[in-house]
Structure formats: structure tokens, C-alpha cells
């Protein structure tokens, strides 16, 4: 079975511009989680989605936004890029909303210019 | 609020040595508590994985790490490091309220291996 899969695998952007970033989870996961992990520093939560609702986010401007599909796929929205957005974007599924294990993508690397 | 604390930014050792890799985690009730590895330019990859039970826990590659709660600790250990566990390290901790589904990371620790 394929593992969490993540497009595009690096994106440049510039400031003020807007970026999608998508993430397909494992099959039969409906649970998807996105962190942001700048250079050096662990990741840090993003949003979590479940059956389509938000249900976590993190301590993120409103610029940060994502939904979740019927077929469980998801996507993180962020507008108005800053320099500091430039970062590692993980997306990571789990097959139930809590107490089961995430697992993690290989990430969306984005540069903000 | 949970936090972790991974007080060593870069470890060192010699192939075949011993390893273990140090975190301490703020929470106020039993926590989840996970331990990732991540090569250049990869995802994350689970190592193993405390929710309750033995406080002795066993995973992949020959990792073990053993949760102390007096300690509020749970260091990651390989009694014979092999070249290919050169990576980062990251623990981290799940709050029971949100069943583990929200993680909050430490800052890593870069692990380096000598032949």
C-alpha cells in the first residue's frame, strides 16, 4: 500500500503570494494532520481534520487555512506569504481520530522569497 | 500546556557503541509519548511508542526507550549503533484529551555515527 503521499516536493514562492499544498493519506486513514518544521527546530501543529470537520488547530495566523475532501485527501491554504513561512510542511494520517499512530509524509519543502 | 525538552542538539558516537538520547516532556497527566526518526530529506518515521502499560517499550531497528514518570522522561536507547541510524531524532508527547492526535515535538537531536 502506498504511504501518506505529498505534492509538489519543493515550491518557490514569492511574498504576498498564496500556496496549496496537497496530501493524500493512506487508504482507509480519515484522520490527516499538518505541521510546519522550519530549519532546525521539530514540527509544529498545524490543523488536524477528521470525517472532513477541523478538529484541532494550531497557534497559527488566519492566513493558514485547509480542508479536508470526501475521499479523505487534504489541503493546507496559506495566504499572504511571509519570509518565515519558508519551511517544511508535513502532512500525516492516522486510521482513527486519537490514540492511534501518525504517520508522516516525506513533506512539501516551500521557499518563500 | 505539554512540552519536550531534548536537552542534546548533536550527539556523536562511534560505531557499535551504545546510544541514548535524552527527553524530558512537560504534562500534567499520563501523556502519549513517541519517538521519530528522520533521514535528509524524509518524512518521519516512527521508532516507537508509549501509551500505557510496560514502561519498558520496544521498537524498530533495535530502539528501545523507557518511560519514567518521576522523571517525566523518556529517553531513547541502542545498545550497538550501526552507521545507517545517522539521522535526527525527535520526541515527542500526545495529550491524552485529544487521544494523541495533536504532537508536540522537541527540537530534535542530530545524531552523527563514526566508523
Known amino acids: 500500500d502506498a504511504g501518506v503521499t505529498q505534492s509538489p516536493t519543493h515550491l518557490i514562492k514569492t511574498r504576498g503570494q498564496q500556496v496549496t499544498l496537497r496530501c493524500s493519506p493512506i487508504?482507509?486513514?480519515?484522520?490527516v494532520s499538518w505541521y510546519q518544521q522550519v530549519l532546525g527546530q521539530g514540527p509544529q501543529f498545524i490543523f488536524q481534520y477528521y470525517e472532513k470537520e477541523e478538529r484541532g488547530r494550531g497557534n497559527f495566523p488566519d492566513r493558514f487555512s485547509a480542508r479536508q475532501f470526501p475521499n479523505y485527501s487534504s489541503e493546507l491554504n496559506v495566504n499572504a506569504l511571509l519570509l518565515g513561512d519558508s519551511a517544511l510542511y508535513l502532512c500525516?494520517?492516522?486510521?482513527?481520530?486519537?490514540?492511534?499512530?501518525?504517520?508522516f509524509g516525506a513533506g512539501t519543502r516551500l521557499s518563500v522569497l | 500546556a505539554q512540552s519536550v525538552t531534548q536537552p542534546d542538539i548533536h550527539i556523536t558516537v562511534s560505531e557499535g557503541a551504545s546510544l541514548e538520547l535524552r527527553c524530558n516532556y512537560s504534562?500534567?497527566?499520563?501523556?502519549?509519548l513517541f519517538w521519530y526518526v528522520q533521514s535528509p530529506g524524509q518524512g518521519l518515521q516512527l521508532l516507537l511508542k508509549y501509551f500505557s502499560g510496560d514502561t519498558l517499550v520496544q521498537g524498530i531497528k533495535g530502539f528501545e526507550a523507557e518511560f519514567k514518570r518521576s522523571q517525566s522522561s523518556f529517553n531513547l536507547r541502542k545498545p550497538s549503533v550501526h552507521w545507517s541510524d545517522a539521522a535526527e531524532y525527535f520526541c515527542?508527547?500526545?495529550?491524552?484529551?485529544?487521544?494523541?492526535?495533536?504532537?508536540?515535538f522537541g527540537e530534535g537531536t542530530q545524531l552523527t555515527v563514526n566508523p
Open positions: 515527542a508527547v500526545g495529550a491524552k484529551e485529544t487521544s494523541g492526535s495533536r504532537l508536540t
Open positions: 500525516a494520517s492516522s486510521a482513527k481520530m486519537g490514540g492511534g499512530i501518525q504517520y
Open positions: 504534562y500534567g497527566a499520563t501523556p502519549y
Open positions: 487508504s482507509g486513514h480519515k484522520s
